[in-house]
């Protein structure tokens, strides 16, 4: 059982999902311009099997209000760290997007909040995305996205051009961490994503072979909506991380060190 409560996260009214019952944690972190709805509908249902569900909208997305301040992934950090403080134990994080650059830089800040950290179409580095054309007030998408906002937003849905405007300049400017940033990463880390994902394929090898004894999952056919795309699939991907012995075992490591029996 579950209570889906507003409450205050650092000053600010939240809408959170908080798990009753006792068990494993895992933390959905949603994407930007996007809300808990989203991983809650995708790869929620599986994960739910084995887990203990939480998640919050951050501000300005989903059922969460905004303010007057930009969009920074260091106060989105602060966010996630608070709302972990108030469930009051360890979870696992699993992050989609910006969610997934959010579950990085806890678990840099503060490892000893996270269990493990699965990072879904992320990246380390604002370099690191493939160009493309954003979406801006004047395209033809921008209409159906605002509409979606509105369905949830107390903002309204005159409020979503102002969230579209902060979203983008954080995706022009953030984030700006380095491969030598990467290697203090010490809890076991995920690093997915789909093979026409929004981030440079060589930039999510960056990634993977920055962090010590992460693991990598590239999966085919799918775009940055790997997780609507293959929900089964990545459920189970994430199920198999979340739950393994550590370290694996492999046959003929190469990159890992051999582990004995």
């Not at 019952?21 to 895992?26: A, D, L, M, Y």
């Not at 995305?129 to 033809?140: N, T």
């Not at 089964?232 to 393994?244: G, H």
């Amino acid at each position: 059982m579950t209570t889906m409560p507003i409450i205050e996260l650092n000053g600010q009214r939240t809408w959170v999902l908080v798990p009753k019952k006792k068990g494993e944690i895992v933390l959905l972190l949603h994407g930007g311009m996007s809300s808990s709805a989203s991983l809650l509908s995708s790869i929620g249902p599986h994960l739910k099997k084995r887990f203990r569900l939480a998640a919050f909208d951050r501000r300005g997305h989903g059922k969460s209000p905004d303010n007057d301040r930009p969009f920074h992934y260091a106060d989105m950090a602060e966010e996630t760290i608070a709302f972990i403080e108030h469930l009051g134990r360890k979870v696992h994080l699993v992050g989609h997007s910006d969610g997934g650059n959010v579950a990085l830089l806890v678990t840099l800040r503060r490892p000893d909040l996270v269990r493990r950290c699965v990072v879904i179409g992320g990246n380390f580095n604002h370099r690191g995305l493939v160009p493309v054309e954003p979406l801006r007030v004047d395209s033809p998408g921008f209409q159906a996205w605002s509409e979606k906002y509105a369905a949830l937003s107390p903002d309204g849905i005159e409020h979503a051009a102002t969230v579209l405007h902060k979203s983008l300049r954080l995706f022009a400017h953030e984030p700006k961490l380095y491969r030598e940033e990467l290697a203090r990463v010490s809890r076991p880390v995920l690093v997915m994503a789909g093979d026409d994902d929004v981030a440079k394929l060589s930039h999510t090898c960056a990634f993977f072979e920055s962090i010590p004894d992460a693991q990598l999952a590239i999966i085919p056919g799918a775009s940055h909506g790997v997780l609507k795309e293959q929900s089964a699939l990545c459920a189970s991907i994430i199920e198999r991380f979340l739950t393994q012995s550590l370290p694996v075992k492999t046959l003929a490591p190469i990159r890992r060190p051999a582990v004995s029996d």
